[in-house]
């Protein structure tokens, strides 16, 4: 792809590769081999950018894309001004879905999104930028609205600089626009680790103490972090076990049956161990791994994405033990903030943390197709909420587990019907 032009011509500005808007000229980055090229610029913007997290680096949905993305359409939209300076980043594709009457709605969500591996997805925009960013990502989408019907950003996190200006846009041009909010849930870490200790229940206190000790009197106890290229895969294939007996013991499928998602953590890991910002620690118990914690980090933030420990030894909650270690050598690192991501179950809370919110923003351009699909979403929710508060709490939870059976067994149809094609070719 050529490189952005301080001069655009009238015959560039209309074609489908530079919209001129706002005194900013905004590109689409249609190939993976492409993102390439923005590498230095988007790294120059991810440290620049205040709320800026791992999961909107090149490193993350990269990799992410190479996993998941064989299905989609890359829409990534890069702002430049008129020094050449990338000012802005939206990195967006482009998925088909069905709703309704819609047997084919053209949605436009974050890269990265759609498999549940990636919250706090945001664009990235330069300090004091943020305004003609939006509106020339704006004027974008407009001129290229045969391209797509609905978008839909998820997990926008709460310190966004842009979903302000996103939902401030939509309401000044009169676009369908809903927003949405999620839980979410972090540590806020200062001071000492007595001091953090000081912030939890008297019982979680002593359970710290009392099962750690009883570790070190019963086993010969190692804690590690992985540093080196040659230790991420045997931590891995740990985590996928320990992870998938646990879950398959209550009947669940588990996040790691996918070899989708397992082929993105091995290559995803690599990658940020290259950049200093993985976190993946491992508890043995006489030379077996019995607990593994898959984090990673940015700045004085650690994001805690998925964790596995040995069922058979629940009793001993190496878990417990391995948390608290790693939450005890963040504090001594200065780190600030141990973020849980999505969810604000119970056990978060007994760890001291607080609840957050990740906002959804969906909006679509007036009297389309994509308005049509947005307000018929927005009353099917109406609908599910208005039954869920009707419904005894017993009935909502048989008929989630009902549903849950269903979409099943449609996967493993679904997956029957590839093996026999496969075994066919």
Same mark, same amino acid.
């Given at each position: 792809?050529?490189?952005?032009?301080?001069?655009?011509?009238?015959?560039? @500005?209309?074609?489908? =590769?530079?919209?001129?808007?706002?005194?900013?000229?905004?590109?689409?980055?249609?190939?993976?081999?492409?993102?390439?090229?923005?590498?230095?610029? &988007?790294?120059?913007?991810?440290?620049?950018?205040?709320?800026?997290?791992?999961? $909107?680096?090149?490193?993350?949905?990269? %990799?992410? &894309?190479?996993?998941?993305?064989?299905?989609?359409?890359?829409? @990534?939209?890069?702002?430049?001004?008129?020094?050449?300076?990338? #000012?802005?980043?939206?990195?967006?594709?482009?998925?088909?879905?069905? !709703?309704?009457?819609?047997?084919?709605?053209?949605?436009?969500?974050?890269?990265?999104?759609?498999?549940?591996?990636?919250?706090?997805?945001?664009?990235?925009?330069?300090?004091?930028?943020?305004?003609? !960013?939006?509106?020339?990502?704006?004027?974008?989408?407009?001129?290229?609205?045969?391209?797509?019907?609905?978008?839909?950003?998820?997990?926008?996190?709460?310190?966004? $600089? #842009?979903?302000?200006?996103? *939902?401030?846009? %939509?309401?000044?041009?009169?676009?369908?626009?809903?927003?949405?909010?999620?839980?979410?849930?972090?540590?806020?870490?200062?001071?000492?680790?007595?001091?953090?200790?000081? *912030?939890?229940?008297?019982?979680?206190?002593?359970?710290?103490?009392?099962?750690?000790?009883?570790?070190?009197?019963?086993?010969?106890?190692?804690?590690?972090?992985?540093?080196?290229?040659?230790?991420?895969?045997?931590?891995?294939?740990?985590?996928?076990?320990?992870?998938?007996?646990?879950?398959?013991?209550?009947?669940?499928?588990?996040?790691?049956?996918?070899?989708?998602?397992?082929?993105?953590?091995?290559? =995803?890991?690599? %990658?940020?161990?290259?950049?200093?910002?993985?976190?993946?620690?491992?508890?043995?118990?006489?030379?077996?791994?019995?607990?593994?914690? !898959?984090?990673? +980090?940015?700045?004085?933030?650690?994001?805690?994405?998925?964790?596995?420990?040995?069922?058979? +030894?629940?009793?001993?909650?190496?878990?417990?033990?391995?948390?608290?270690?790693? =939450?005890?050598? !963040?504090?001594?690192?200065? @780190?600030?903030?141990?973020?849980?991501?999505?969810?604000?179950?119970?056990?978060?809370?007994?760890?001291?943390?607080?609840?957050?919110?990740?906002?959804? @923003? +969906?909006?679509?351009?007036?009297?389309?197709?994509?308005?049509?699909?947005?307000?018929?979403?927005?009353?099917?929710?109406?609908?599910?909420?208005?039954?869920?508060?009707?419904?005894?709490?017993?009935?909502?939870?048989?008929?989630?587990?009902?549903?849950?059976?269903?979409?099943? +067994?449609?996967?493993?149809?679904?997956?029957?019907?590839?093996?026999?094609?496969?075994?066919?070719?």
């Amino acid at each position: 792809m050529e490189s952005a032009q301080l001069e655009i011509s009238s015959a560039l @500005v209309d074609s489908p =590769l530079t919209t001129l808007a706002r005194g900013l000229t905004v590109r689409v980055y249609r190939e993976l081999r492409e993102l390439d090229t923005l590498r230095p610029a &988007w790294d120059r913007l991810l440290d620049l950018y205040p709320p800026a997290t791992t999961f $909107s680096s090149w490193e993350w949905l990269t %990799c992410w &894309w190479r996993s998941f993305g064989k299905h989609d359409a890359l829409f @990534v939209l890069a702002a430049f001004d008129s020094q050449n300076q990338m #000012v802005g980043l939206a990195p967006l594709a482009i998925s088909r879905q069905a !709703f309704a009457a819609f047997p084919s709605v053209r949605v436009l969500r974050f890269m990265g999104d759609g498999t549940f591996d990636s919250d706090n997805l945001d664009m990235l925009v330069r300090t004091g930028s943020e305004a003609s !960013f939006v509106q020339a990502l704006f004027n974008y989408l407009e001129a290229h609205r045969s391209e797509w019907d609905v978008c839909e950003l998820n997990t926008l996190p709460p310190d966004s $600089s #842009v979903s302000q200006f996103l *939902t401030d846009g %939509c309401a000044a041009r009169k676009w369908t626009s809903f927003e949405h909010f999620i839980e979410s849930a972090a540590i806020y870490l200062s001071g000492t680790w007595e001091e953090y200790l000081n *912030t939890l229940s008297t019982e979680d206190r002593k359970n710290i103490g009392r099962y750690t000790r009883r570790l070190n009197n019963r086993y010969d106890v190692r804690i590690s972090r992985c540093t080196r290229a040659e230790e991420i895969f045997p931590g891995l294939d740990a985590l996928f076990r320990l992870h998938q007996r646990r879950w398959e013991q209550i009947g669940h499928r588990g996040s790691f049956s996918s070899l989708e998602r397992r082929e993105f953590y091995r290559d =995803l890991s690599l %990658c940020l161990l290259n950049r200093g910002w993985l976190e993946l620690w491992l508890l043995e118990l006489d030379g077996a791994i019995a607990a593994v914690q !898959f984090a990673f +980090r940015f700045r004085d933030h650690i994001f805690q994405l998925q964790e596995g420990y040995d069922s058979e +030894r629940c009793s001993d909650r190496p878990g417990l033990v391995l948390r608290a270690h790693v =939450l005890k050598q !963040f504090i001594s690192e200065g @780190v600030r903030v141990y973020d849980f991501l999505a969810g604000d179950g119970g056990y978060k809370k007994r760890w001291g943390a607080q609840s957050r919110r990740y906002q959804t @923003v +969906r909006f679509a351009m007036p009297f389309t197709r994509g308005s049509g699909v947005l307000r018929l979403m927005e009353g099917a929710a109406d609908g599910k909420q208005w039954l869920r508060r009707r419904m005894p709490a017993a009935a909502w939870k048989l008929l989630k587990n009902i549903k849950s059976i269903v979409a099943g +067994r449609k996967e493993t149809s679904a997956a029957k019907v590839r093996v026999i094609s496969n075994s066919r070719g």
